[in-house]
C-alpha cells in the first residue's frame, strides 16, 4: 500500500506546478488493490505498435494512431504484470478493437485505415484459454460489451488496468468503471499514450478524482502479500 505521504510520487510532477499540487491536496489518501482483483488489459493491438520505437510524430505519415516509443517502452513491465497475475491466479480480461466495415468510430478522427491484423492483440501479451477476451467499439471497455456480467459473476469487486490510450480508452473504462462500483488500480508504467505530456495529465486527473494510479512494483508487491 502506498501511503498518504506518496500520493504524488508519480510521473507527472515534472508538468503540474506545485500550485495545483496543493489545490489537489484533499484527495491524497492511501492508495490500494482491491480484494479480489481482475486485470483488465485495454487495447493491446497491432496497431499501437507499428513503425517500432520511434517518436509518434515521426510515425505519423506512415504509422497513424501508433504510439511509437511510449508503446514499446510499456512492452517489458506489461508482460511483467500480466504474469504477476497469472502466476496468482487474478482473472485476465482482455479489451480490443472489433474489425469491421460496419464498425463505429471510437473517436472524431478520420483517415485510418485498418486491416483485420491491426486490430488483433500484440503478440507480446497473447491471451491464454482462460483468459476473456472482448470486442468493443466506443473507448469504454464496458460500452457494448458484457464486461461488467462477467466481473459480477467472478465477484471481481476492483480491477487493475493496463494498455492505452491513457486519456482515451483508459480513461473511458476507468471512468465507468468508477461510476459501476468498481476499485480501480491504473498502474504507471503500463498505460501509455501518444503524447507524453497528455499521458502525465490524464494520470495526475485519474489519481485524483477515479482511480489510484500505482507503481507496479507496489501492485505486485500487494498482490504477493495478499496471497491471491
Not at 67 to 91: K, M, N, W
Not at 97 to 115: C, D, M, N, Y
Not at 175 to 186: A, C, D, F, N, R
Request: proline letters at 5%; aromatic letters at 8%.
Amino acid at each position: 500500500m502506498a501511503t498518504k505521504d506518496q500520493f504524488e510520487d508519480h510521473c507527472w510532477r515534472d508538468v503540474i506546478p506545485e500550485r495545483d499540487i496543493r489545490t489537489y491536496s484533499p484527495y491524497a489518501r492511501d492508495t490500494y488493490v482491491g480484494s479480489n482483483p481482475g486485470l483488465l488489459v485495454i487495447d493491446l493491438y497491432n496497431l499501437v505498435y507499428k513503425g517500432g520505437s520511434r517518436m509518434p510524430h515521426e510515425l505519423e505519415s506512415e504509422h497513424p494512431n501508433s504510439c511509437g516509443i511510449y508503446a514499446h517502452d510499456a512492452i517489458e513491465p506489461t508482460q511483467d504484470l500480466i504474469a504477476s497475475c497469472r502466476r496468482l491466479e487474478v482473472p485476465i480480461f482482455y479489451v480490443t478493437a472489433q474489425f469491421s466495415p460496419h464498425r463505429v468510430h471510437s473517436t472524431k478522427r478520420r483517415g485510418i485505415e485498418l486491416e483485420e491484423h491491426d486490430c488483433e492483440i500484440h503478440d507480446a501479451f497473447a491471451p491464454q484459454p482462460e483468459d476473456l477476451v472482448l470486442r468493443k467499439e466506443r473507448p469504454s471497455s464496458f460500452f457494448g460489451t458484457p464486461l461488467i456480467a462477467h466481473l459480477n459473476e467472478r465477484k471481481v469487486d476492483s480491477l487493475i488496468v493496463c494498455g492505452e490510450s491513457t486519456s482515451g480508452c483508459v480513461r473511458a473504462s476507468v471512468l465507468e468503471g468508477h461510476m459501476l462500483g468498481k476499485h480501480i488500480s491504473v498502474v504507471e508504467e503500463c498505460v501509455f499514450d501518444r503524447s507524453e505530456i497528455i499521458h502525465k495529465i490524464n494520470l495526475f486527473d485519474m489519481h485524483h478524482k477515479y482511480a489510484d494510479v500505482m507503481k507496479l512494483e507496489d501492485v505486485k508487491n500487494q498482490l504477493n502479500r495478499n496471497h491471491f
